[in-house]
């Protein structure tokens, strides 16, 4: 059964940085890219940054880039999100998942497997 369980969320001030971590499990890991997704209060899902199964190739919405790094360790059959000068617009629960096949993509309709997300506040 695959499982992804995501933690490393919490409340960090403006221009602050946190880094959740998704650990993956029941599924041969490095087949997979992955992806992160976030959701705010009112607001529907939107895609954040994904990498594929070597890690060889990343991909990041405007709206992070510059901000954000995707890496994952296929030993560990972890992802990480390092997020830098977090914004209180970056507020949003993050969630990972699993791509339906090795590489990247920015549609939600692309992953099959979602983890339970993780809360990430960021205050003014």
């Known amino acids: 059964q695959v499982q992804l369980v995501e933690s490393g969320g919490g409340l960090v001030q403006a221009v602050g940085s946190l880094r959740p971590s998704c650990a993956a499990s029941g599924h041969t890991f490095s087949l997979y890219g992955m992806g992160w997704f976030r959701q705010a209060p009112g607001k529907e899902r939107e895609f954040v940054t994904a990498i594929s199964r070597s890690g060889g190739s990343t991909y990041y919405a405007d709206s992070v880039k510059g901000r954000v790094t995707i890496s994952r360790d296929n030993a560990k059959n972890t992802v990480f999100l390092q997020m830098n000068i977090l914004k209180p617009e970056d507020t949003a629960v993050y969630y990972c998942?699993?791509?339906?096949?090795?590489?990247?993509?920015?549609?939600?309709?692309?992953?099959?497997?979602w983890g339970q997300g993780t809360q990430v506040t960021v205050s003014a």
């Open positions: 998942a699993r791509h339906r096949y090795s590489g990247t993509s920015d549609s939600p309709n692309d992953y099959d497997y």
